[in-house]
């Protein structure tokens, strides 16, 4: 995927542009102050994810969320949590240059996921995120509506997952 959208009528992929994205660990009981230093009310649930504004957070795991949020909030963030800490211990990692996000969208998209991904599409929920992986790339799969996702992609495993989509999508192109 050198370009940054590739698309055929029923499927688009798009490279999307750097956010704010930040790894959070910390106690459930301690949620209510990362909710109010990230500015929202973070999700209990693992897979749930919550939207306010341009910021998002999605529950991983028992004790983990992948926050989002504009590249230009991180610094903010960042002395939020970090003033948060008195009260409930954590950690917060910045993890913004790690991953690149690729969106896929249209009516065609979670068939070309399943290119790749062994997840069973069609149980996940708009709205939801889960760890998976992509061929052999750990990713994280955000489902954000019935026709769209989202995958966060190491940068090491980008160049293998944006090849695999681009095949897909060119067999999708000659109606294989």
């Known amino acids: 995927m050198n370009a940054p959208v590739t698309s055929f009528a029923a499927v688009s ?17 301690d ?12 999700p209990r649930d ?16 028992p004790d983990e ?4 949020a504009p590249e230009t909030e991180q610094a903010v963030i960042v002395a939020d949590f970090a003033e948060a800490r008195a009260t409930a211990p954590h950690s917060l990692t910045v993890i913004s240059d790690r991953e690149r996000t690729i969106a896929i969208t249209g009516p065609r998209a979670q068939e070309l996921l399943s290119v790749g991904c ?15 992986l992509f061929d052999s790339a750990q990713v994280v799969l955000i489902r954000d509506a019935d026709d769209a996702f989202r995958l966060e992609v190491w940068r090491s495993f980008f160049p293998h997952v944006s090849e695999l989509l681009d095949i897909a999508l060119r067999e999708f192109a000659c109606g294989l």
Not at 20 to 27: H, M, S, V
Not at 32 to 42: D, E, V
Not at 46 to 61: H, M, P, S, T, Y
Not at 118 to 132: C, N
């Open 13 to 29: 992929v798009a490279v999307l542009p750097p956010v704010a994205r930040l790894n959070l660990r910390i106690e459930p009981a």
């Open 31 to 42: 949620l209510a102050t990362a909710s109010s230093a990230f500015g929202l009310p973070l």
């Open 46 to 61: 693992i897979g749930q994810g919550v939207f306010k504004g341009d910021r998002a957070a999605w529950c991983l795991g």
């Open 65 to 68: 969320w992948l926050l989002h």
């Open 118 to 132: 062994p997840l069973d599409l069609s149980r996940m929920a708009p709205g939801t995120a889960k760890r998976t």
